[in-house]
């Protein structure tokens, strides 16, 4: 009978997952109008209006709708000046993602981990916060003109981020059955394919 010998558990430390991620918080659009596109949404998924901000919520030069069916929430920014980052990014791309925000339980620590392995910082940390407690942020640069925030709203009550307000109407039409995100494309420039395919591997961690 063969002797079953113990051996010993290495473990890898390229393994370790630096930055472990709860799911997508949200996907930041910035357009031309915000209201329209919510409505939008709302009209053709089902999507249930959750939180606005804008002039009547203290916010001056910008508008912003957050609409939510399930596990997905969209946020639709609108500018109200004809400049600034906001207006700057929808004449360059036209309608268009600008931020995709990772929900994380550290994002002090998600940036540390990133900006340390080459990520470029887009957002200090930071902490936001309101009557309903508060939120930590900060983000790193991606392709193009894209962000990667991370989120962490462990201490937070609120319906999404301070400086917004709830919002509650009737359904404009019934929600499809939409559940999460399932993945996302990235378009990048021609033959930097294998660059960002690397950032995601080596600053992000994924496989």
């Avoid at 700057?88 to 339980?105: M, P």
């Avoid at 019934?174 to 395919?197: E, T």
């Amino acid at each position: 009978m063969p002797q079953i010998v113990d051996q010993p558990v290495t473990t890898n430390p390229k393994s370790t997952d630096f930055l472990p991620l709860n799911g997508t918080d949200y996907v930041h659009f910035y357009v031309g109008n915000a209201k329209q596109a919510a409505y939008f949404y709302r009209a053709a998924f089902g999507m249930k209006l959750v939180a606005y901000r804008g002039p009547e919520t203290g916010t001056k030069d910008l508008c912003s709708y957050v609409v939510q069916q399930d596990k997905i929430r969209f946020v639709l920014t609108t500018p109200l000046r004809p400049d600034g980052p906001v207006a700057d990014h929808i004449r360059l791309h036209g309608d268009g993602v600008h931020e995709i925000a990772l929900w994380v339980d550290d994002a002090e620590a998600a940036h540390r981990e990133t900006t340390s392995r080459g990520g470029q910082s887009a957002l200090a940390p930071q902490v936001l916060h309101d009557d309903n407690g508060e939120v930590r942020i900060a983000a790193i640069a991606a392709y193009g003109d894209t962000i990667h925030s991370f989120v962490e709203r462990k201490d937070y009550r609120g319906v999404f981020l301070p400086g917004f307000e709830p919002r509650t109407d009737d359904n404009v039409a019934r929600p499809v059955g939409l559940k999460y995100i399932d993945h996302m494309v990235g378009n990048v420039g021609w033959g930097a394919m294998n660059q960002w395919v690397d950032f995601y591997r080596n600053v992000m961690g994924f496989d």
